[in-house]
């Protein structure tokens, strides 16, 4: 697999991946790399607008895809698009990239691109454990840009989505609990949870001050 220096190049690795998988389609920036706003922290969002009638096919399509590009870790589906034929919203993480690299790809029918107003087509395929410990990452970046108050919601929501009790003490205590009660529902996310504590020792002084 190839070494990327950075978001921007990895991104258009994943790019020029998915225009070959579907004929036709075409990728672009969006979110802060699109803006010019991304920072080292930023992750990768991207909309991948295809032809009319290929949605599924696409979704159906994108692992291998992904995975030209780098290992693939996990990738879900958004529950409420899961079934449409006109929007999908798709999370990957990978291994072998920085953990902030989380790719958050719209997939779209070229009739409907960007249409806020596509109906919904729900499903039920959802881990709420990986959201959790996508919150606890969140939480992370947040942190690291100072933004304490976003840092605080992040954890909150996510030992709400599963029922886990919020515990006292520092910014690295409150991540650490969250992945790891995470990884104790769902373990195939223990990987994940290493890979988070590996990122508090690394940052470590950043999160050496108490939350709230």
Not at 66 to 87: D, I, K, M, N, W
Not at 113 to 142: H, Q
Not at 188 to 197: M, P, Q
Request: charged share 20%; proline share 4%.
């Amino acid at each position: 697999m190839a070494v990327f220096s950075n978001q921007r190049a990895f991104a258009a690795a994943i790019s020029r991946a998915l225009a070959d998988a579907m004929p036709g389609s075409r990728v672009s920036l969006i979110g802060s790399l699109g803006a010019g706003t991304d920072d080292e922290y930023s992750d990768i969002d991207l909309a991948w607008v295809v032809p009319d009638g290929a949605v599924s096919s696409a979704a159906d399509r994108l692992g291998a895809a992904l995975g030209a590009v780098a290992e693939v870790a996990s990738v879900r589906s958004a529950p409420e698009f899961q079934r449409s034929a006109l929007h999908r919203l798709v999370f990957a993480r990978f291994r072998g990239v920085p953990l902030f690299w989380r790719l958050d790809l719209q997939i779209w029918a070229a009739s409907h691109a960007f249409d806020a107003d596509v109906p919904r087509a729900s499903g039920t395929d959802w881990s709420l454990p990986e959201s959790a410990a996508m919150n606890a990452i969140g939480a992370c970046k947040a942190v690291l840009r100072g933004r304490s108050e976003m840092a605080e919601g992040l954890l909150s929501r996510g030992f709400h989505r599963i029922g886990e009790p919020d515990p006292a003490g520092g910014w690295a205590q409150r991540i650490d609990a969250l992945v790891d009660a995470a990884a104790a529902r769902e373990p195939r996310l223990h990987e994940l949870a290493s890979d988070v504590h590996a990122l508090l020792r690394r940052y470590g002084n950043d999160f050496r001050l108490s939350a709230g």
